[in-house]
């Protein structure tokens, strides 16, 4: 069993599966149009600032519209935009029960994520298996700032009390948990393996995660 006294998860591609073109391909099977909205949408900096809390979701989605190549992948940008929190996110199977058997054993377990506004105040509870299992959650939005950002880091240790050296940093991408550790979290890249986190954790199979 893991000495971290608490457990802290980045939501997308860690505790939920995300998968950009969801949305857009409910809307159109047109590889070109899933492309295009994919790079319009997804991988704008619009996006970047809506998980940063910085720019309200009507302005943003007029900029990424302004830039779409035909009507026909406006309507998908527009689809896309408004619909993206009902099919892209779905939870990562096997998480729901890691989550649980870490709570049963003692561990406090927390969410630090870059997530926009739109899935504050609760709404983002939909998209997980045990969402009422967490005694802290931390979103970007809300206070303005995003990981790798040294502050989003020290802002959640003092938002709940807690000790660097206690906790341990879960996220998909090297360069959030490095920035975690610079921060004297420990950290751990998630690749999608539930079973090989568990053996990390010290936490065998639970019934549930098989």
Not at 47 to 75: C, P, T
Request: hydrophobic share 40%.
């Amino acid at each position: 069993m893991t000495g971290y006294k608490n457990i802290a998860f980045d939501m997308g591609r860690v505790l939920a599966d995300y998968n950009a073109d969801n949305a857009t391909r409910k809307y159109t099977s047109d590889p070109d149009v899933i492309r295009e909205v994919n790079l319009l949408v997804y991988h704008s900096g619009e996006w970047i600032m809506l998980d940063a809390g910085l720019i309200r979701e009507d302005d943003a989605l007029e900029k990424m519209l302004s830039r779409a190549s035909s009507d026909e992948v406006r309507s998908a940008v527009r689809f896309s935009f408004q619909n993206w929190d009902r099919y892209n996110l779905t939870p990562h199977p096997g998480m729901g029960a890691l989550v649980r058997d870490l709570r049963e054993a003692g561990k406090k377990t927390y969410i630090l994520s870059n997530v926009s506004v739109r899935l504050d105040h609760g709404k983002w509870k939909s998209h997980l298996e045990t969402p009422d299992l967490f005694d802290g959650v931390f979103l970007s939005a809300p206070h303005k700032v995003l990981k790798p950002q040294r502050q989003i880091y020290e802002m959640f240790l003092e938002e709940f009390h807690l000790n660097p050296q206690d906790c341990l940093f879960i996220d998909d991408l090297q360069r959030n948990v490095d920035a975690a550790r610079s921060c004297g979290l420990g950290g751990y890249v998630f690749d999608g393996d539930v079973r090989k986190l568990r053996d990390f954790l010290g936490m065998a199979d639970s019934v549930q995660a098989l």
